[in-house]
């Protein structure tokens, strides 16, 4: 599992809305209830070929883009949301940006199975 983690401030909605310019979405809504089950249920969908998951600080959903070309995820995050490589860092770690976002240390994390 690869993931792009966002350090720097960003527009939630923003970044959601550049996001489904690119692929369909659907959404994934949890509470402090159901959260762990929810997770599972996307984590399963990630596995599914040309699938992109996303996590955002203060939103309580996980989101899923299908597309038939995955996205550059670099390439989108420097042209689409104008960040540089010093606003995000690549992790292989499957927990570090659930970890990381709810510890508020980061904005939002693209996830590829």
């Known amino acids: 599992m690869t993931s792009f983690i966002i350090t ?3 527009e939630p909605y923003v970044l959601l809305e550049k996001a489904k310019m690119t692929s369909d979405m659907k959404d994934y809504t949890f509470d402090g209830f159901n959260k762990q089950s929810v997770k599972q249920e996307f ?3 990630l596995q599914q070929t ?3 998951g996303l996590y955002m600080k ?3 959903k996980f989101y899923l883009f299908k597309s038939v070309n995955l996205v550059d995820i670099e390439k989108f995050l420097s042209d689409a949301i104008n960040l540089t490589q010093d606003d995000f860092y690549q992790s292989e770690n499957a927990d570090e940006p659930f970890d990381k976002i709810d510890l508020g240390k980061a904005e939002a ?5």
């Open 58 to 60: 203060n939103v309580n």
């Open 109 to 113: 994390a693209f996830i590829i199975a």
């Open 43 to 45: 984590m399963k969908a």
């Open 50 to 52: 040309n699938t992109l």
């Open 8 to 10: 720097k401030w960003i």
